[in-house]
């Protein structure tokens, strides 16, 4: 069973950043692709980014692209979100998600275990 735990969400001003935690209870954390996931009030959850297991692979949404950088270190089995330029828009849950592969994905029903979520708010 693998356990994910999420921190670094709270409220920051538009134009600021934020660096979202993924702490992982698993034992070669490199064979866990790594996901970060959304869920805005009255949204439904959307992808935001991904990494593969090694890290050299990523993928990113759209709307994020730029502003976001996702990244992992195997060492401390912890996955990271940098958020920067952040927008009103960008408030949400975020959760972070891990598969039982090496290899990324931006489709959610692909992750096999998730977070609990952090928040985060943009003011403008």
């Known amino acids: 069973q693998v356990q994910l735990v999420e921190s670094g969400g709270g409220l920051v001003q538009a134009g600021g950043s934020l660096r979202l935690s993924c702490a992982a209870s698993?034992?070669?954390?490199?064979?866990?692709?790594m996901g970060w996931f959304r869920q805005a009030p009255g949204k439904e959850r959307e992808f935001v980014a991904a990494?593969?297991?090694?890290?050299?692979?990523?993928y990113y949404a759209d709307s994020v692209k730029g502003r976001f950088t996702i990244s992992r270190d195997n060492a401390k089995n912890t996955a990271y979100l940098q958020m920067n330029s952040l927008k009103p828009e960008d408030t949400a849950v975020y959760s972070c998600?891990?598969?039982?592969?090496?290899?990324?994905?931006?489709?959610?029903?692909?992750?096999?275990?998730w977070g609990q979520g952090t928040q985060v708010t943009v003011s403008s």
């Open positions: 990494i593969s297991g090694s890290g050299i692979s990523t």
């Open positions: 698993v034992r070669t954390f490199s064979g866990y692709a």
């Open positions: 998600a891990a598969r039982s592969s090496p290899l990324a994905e931006a489709t959610m029903l692909r992750y096999h275990y």
